[in-house]
């Protein structure tokens, strides 16, 4: 995953897929709380991908979660 970290209102990132598939983006708090769930289509190669996140969310750390058949994506994010 390449992305744009801190990010504001929106979390944008290249996903580079081993195949075409479906992919599960989650955006939680980092006590696992759900903010953004989302579900994708990827094709084999580099794939973009944004989320638009809540106007209120406040700055500070969150957990960006990619899952897909091919396996499981951390990252931790900031919030400016």
Not at 2 to 13: A, D, E, W
Not at 21 to 37: A, F, K, S
Request: glycine share 6%; charged share 15%; aromatic share 6%.
């Amino acid at each position: 995953i390449n992305l744009v970290n801190p990010f504001q209102s929106r979390v944008t990132f290249q996903l580079n897929a081993f195949r075409n598939e479906d992919v599960q983006v989650q955006l939680t708090d980092l006590l696992g709380r759900p903010i953004v769930n989302t579900r994708h289509f990827v094709t084999k190669g580099s794939n973009a991908i944004a989320l638009d996140v809540p106007g209120h969310l406040a700055k500070g750390s969150y957990m960006l979660r990619v899952v897909s058949a091919s396996g499981t994506i951390n990252k931790i994010i900031q919030k400016q």
